[in-house]
């Protein structure tokens, strides 16, 4: 099996660390290949969302056409998912949709931690988008557009403040990490939550979304054509 994942960033640095989680993420005998995208250094808005989305949807149909069997947008805005899989042949998911239904069959109510609160009004979007706002306890953002994401020990320890202090107002039952680039934070915020007496599940979105992707290549299906239209030719406008 052979998967692509495309990272909304121009960071070389990023870059590699995408491809080291996913990669550490994914079963014996899946390929992953990384792409990014030239003219963008990260998504943290609506904004850089729409302009990411045709270099995204681009990028996706390159990497459909070079024989890839499945693609990840790495990023938990899940910015041009759905508009690719009304062309995409192959599965196409993001950090959001995977991390959400997983943790869904974990425990009773969500608590999504993300980086900026610019990020939390698109994370509300794709919770009513897919009906599960009665499941969400609580939305946190780190508050820091200046977090290195190489510094993991400054980040696990801003997620574990986060994470204990929703446990403590008991807003979750789950944590669901809302954003790709909290690198291998999730199973050491886990294991420091269980050592303080938390023992609850700490989603991480890549790993999620890498084994959620696998899981569709070997089921052998892909996104539903009376939900994923492929858009029409409109022959009346010519």
Do not use: K, N
Request: with cysteine; proline share 6%.
């Amino acid at each position: 099996m052979r998967l692509t994942v495309i990272a909304p960033t121009s960071d070389p640095a990023i870059l590699d660390l995408v491809r080291d989680e996913a990669t550490g993420w994914a079963s014996p005998g899946t390929a992953i290949d990384v792409a990014g995208l030239p003219t963008t250094a990260a998504i943290a808005s609506r904004h850089d969302t729409a302009l990411a989305v045709p270099d995204l949807l681009a990028a996706i149909g390159t990497a459909e056409e070079s024989g890839s069997d499945g693609v990840l947008v790495s990023c938990a805005g899940d910015p041009a998912v759905h508009e690719a899989r009304e062309t995409a042949a192959i599965p196409v998911v993001g950090g959001f949709q995977p991390a959400a239904l997983t943790a869904l069959s974990l425990g009773e109510r969500l608590g999504f931690i993300t980086v900026l609160p610019s990020v939390v009004p698109m994370l509300r979007a794709l919770i009513r988008a897919e009906g599960l706002t009665g499941r969400v306890g609580t939305i946190r953002a780190l508050g820091s557009d200046t977090l290195d994401v190489h510094d993991t020990g400054a980040l696990t320890g801003l997620i574990r403040a986060q994470a204990a202090d929703i446990l403590l107002r008991d807003e979750a039952d789950v944590i669901v990490l809302g954003c790709t680039g909290f690198v291998g934070a999730a199973a050491r915020v886990q294991q420091d939550l269980a050592d303080t007496g938390f023992d609850v599940p700490v989603v991480d979105p890549t790993g999620a979304a890498v084994l959620w992707l696998e899981s569709l290549v070997r089921l052998g299906v892909r996104s539903s054509r009376t939900t994923y239209h492929p858009p029409p030719t409109m022959t009346w406008l010519a």
